[in-house]
């Protein structure tokens, strides 16, 4: 990130780029607007820092340039002539904040670094929604750029071409039902029929007709054939969602249903050869459940041919964003309307979100965000919810868990953490302190 320093005292300018280089800021000094004005464009990763009063071009007008070229750069105005209505003004016409000279350094280090990461944010929105849409293959279906979204990738890759029953696991709404869809349109069974079954909320009676199927005259009320999920799944996948929720009298049933692949409708004798592979998909552990006596064994080691497990999204936040947009993009198309732009706030409150209801939740999210409704009981806006912290205490947050990230894959090695998180060690050590962090604890 580039701190563009404007003003026309060279001295003031060049004292101003001699601290913040110590501070480890990459700096550019320019002694006119009009120059400045020149190396900029929408998607310049830069924070400008420009003095209020200069001839020809001030600080106010150049603000306005900066607005129209790109509304979401950060300018930050600075004067020794500063005065309430000239900060007002400044501020309200767009600028990220109004300083008075001489300059608070501690202040300046902090604002800076706010800006940088607010403009970061925007930056990595728009390249991502630019990506999104190159996006092709497996990596359109199943999105993140996290490392277990991409082992999860390679996984269903593999797995999707030996015909193996799986299980995936996964807390409520984390994308279990698109993995097992992933499992199946990859495979040599892709032309076949995706056929898939909820076991929660079903009494017995009504999921054995679901799954097995019934002639007519079975039972009271069955007055037509039914074909089952089993027999429809015939030759394609059979997906068995919140299968822990399965009566144990069912389970013995689908046990012999999976060793025989063969089944018999109810009412029936007549044995019905099926071709397909099963997929389990679970909330809970079915080796606990097993050892509790609430789930088989027996059943549990044939469908364990292989597993595959989603983490929550508060555990992989690097897909918070990614998945935000996508949803967001198809909503746009939904519902015919144009992506606004997504505000470094309104993106910094869902980073710093937990997610409880997963992607689920942020598909929700982005849908109400494309509509334009915030007066919601889930996740609002962070200017309409009362109950989030400060936009200084979740910056404070976001910038402890960037770092927490960084000294965790550098094993605590301190050049090592700084390259990754582009900074000096310097500042590293600066911010470490802050936070109070010790690089003993991520060795």
Same mark, same amino acid.
């Given at each position: 990130?580039?701190?563009? /320093?404007?003003?026309?005292?060279?001295?003031?300018?060049?004292?101003?780029?001699?601290?913040?280089?110590?501070?480890?800021?990459?700096?550019?000094?320019?002694?006119?607007?009009?120059?400045?004005?020149?190396?900029?464009?929408?998607?310049?990763?830069? /924070?400008?820092?420009?003095?209020?009063?200069?001839?020809?071009?001030?600080?106010?007008?150049?603000?306005?340039?900066?607005?129209?070229?790109?509304?979401?750069?950060?300018? &930050?105005?600075?004067?020794?002539?500063?005065?309430?209505?000239?900060?007002?003004?400044?501020?309200?016409?767009?600028?990220?904040?109004?300083?008075?000279?001489?300059?608070?350094?501690?202040?300046?280090?902090?604002?800076?670094?706010?800006?940088?990461?607010?403009?970061?944010?925007?930056?990595?929105?728009?390249?991502?929604?630019?990506?999104?849409?190159?996006?092709?293959?497996?990596?359109?279906?199943?999105?993140?750029?996290?490392?277990?979204?991409?082992?999860?990738?390679?996984?269903?890759?593999?797995?999707?071409?030996?015909?193996?029953?799986?299980?995936?696991?996964?807390?409520?709404?984390?994308?279990?039902?698109?993995?097992?869809?992933?499992?199946?349109?990859?495979?040599?069974?892709?032309?076949?029929?995706?056929?898939?079954?909820?076991?929660?909320?079903?009494?017995?009676?009504? /999921?054995?007709?679901?799954?097995?199927?019934?002639?007519?005259?079975?039972?009271?009320?069955?007055?037509?054939?039914?074909?089952?999920?089993?027999?429809?799944?015939?030759?394609?996948?059979?997906?068995?969602?919140? &299968?822990?929720?399965?009566?144990?009298?069912?389970?013995?049933?689908?046990?012999?249903?999976?060793?025989?692949?063969?089944?018999?409708?109810?009412?029936?004798?007549?044995?019905?050869?099926?071709?397909?592979?099963?997929?389990?998909?679970?909330?809970?552990?079915?080796?606990?459940?097993?050892?509790?006596?609430?789930?088989?064994?027996?059943?549990?080691?044939?469908?364990?041919?292989?597993?595959?497990? /989603?983490?929550?999204?508060?555990?992989?936040?690097?897909?918070?964003?990614?998945?935000?947009?996508?949803?967001?993009?198809?909503?746009?198309?939904?519902?015919?309307?144009?992506?606004?732009?997504?505000?470094?706030?309104?993106?910094?409150?869902?980073?710093?979100?937990?997610?409880?209801?997963?992607?689920?939740?942020?598909?929700?999210?982005?849908?109400?965000?494309?509509?334009? &409704?915030?007066?919601?009981?889930?996740?609002?806006?962070?200017?309409?919810?009362?109950?989030?912290?400060?936009?200084?205490?979740?910056?404070?947050?976001?910038?402890?868990?960037?770092?927490?990230?960084?000294?965790?894959?550098?094993?605590?090695?301190?050049?090592?953490?700084?390259?990754?998180?582009?900074?000096?060690?310097?500042?590293?050590?600066?911010?470490?302190?802050?936070?109070?962090?010790?690089?003993?604890?991520?060795?």
């Amino acid at each position: 990130m580039l701190i563009v /320093i404007i003003d026309d005292d060279q001295e003031v300018a060049s004292a101003l780029s001699e601290m913040l280089e110590l501070e480890g800021f990459t700096v550019a000094v320019f002694y006119s607007a009009e120059q400045a004005l020149q190396t900029l464009n929408a998607n310049s990763p830069a /924070i400008i820092l420009s003095d209020v009063r200069m001839p020809k071009m001030g600080g106010l007008s150049l603000l306005g340039q900066i607005q129209k070229l790109d509304s979401s750069l950060p300018v &930050i105005l600075m004067s020794g002539h500063g005065d309430i209505p000239m900060a007002i003004n400044a501020m309200e016409k767009g600028a990220h904040y109004f300083l008075e000279k001489p300059l608070d350094p501690e202040k300046l280090v902090s604002l800076l670094n706010q800006a940088s990461q607010q403009r970061r944010l925007v930056l990595e929105s728009r390249t991502l929604q630019k990506d999104l849409r190159q996006l092709s293959g497996i990596e359109k279906f199943i999105i993140g750029k996290s490392e277990a979204i991409i082992s999860i990738r390679q996984s269903v890759l593999a797995l999707s071409q030996v015909n193996v029953d799986t299980i995936i696991y996964g807390d409520t709404g984390s994308g279990k039902d698109v993995v097992a869809q992933a499992l199946h349109l990859y495979s040599p069974r892709r032309d076949k029929r995706f056929v898939a079954i909820n076991c929660g909320g079903m009494s017995e009676s009504l /999921i054995e007709s679901e799954l097995f199927g019934h002639e007519v005259g079975s039972f009271t009320g069955a007055n037509k054939l039914h074909i089952g999920k089993i027999e429809a799944a015939n030759g394609g996948t059979l997906f068995l969602d919140e &299968i822990e929720s399965m009566p144990l009298s069912v389970q013995i049933k689908l046990l012999r249903v999976l060793q025989d692949r063969c089944i018999e409708r109810l009412g029936s004798s007549q044995p019905i050869n099926v071709k397909m592979t099963v997929i389990a998909a679970s909330k809970d552990n079915l080796v606990t459940l097993s050892n509790k006596g609430l789930f088989r064994k027996d059943l549990f080691y044939r469908l364990n041919v292989a597993s595959i497990s /989603i983490p929550s999204l508060c555990q992989r936040r690097g897909d918070i964003l990614p998945l935000f947009l996508h949803y967001a993009e198809l909503a746009c198309t939904r519902y015919n309307k144009k992506m606004p732009e997504i505000s470094p706030q309104y993106t910094d409150s869902m980073l710093s979100h937990n997610w409880p209801g997963n992607v689920r939740e942020l598909k929700n999210a982005a849908d109400r965000f494309i509509l334009g &409704i915030t007066e919601s009981s889930g996740y609002t806006t962070p200017e309409l919810d009362e109950n989030m912290n400060g936009y200084d205490e979740r910056m404070d947050q976001f910038e402890r868990q960037l770092l927490e990230e960084g000294l965790r894959t550098g094993n605590g090695q301190i050049k090592e953490t700084a390259e990754l998180l582009n900074m000096t060690s310097k500042t590293l050590y600066r911010k470490m302190k802050k936070h109070f962090l010790d690089k003993n604890t991520y060795k």
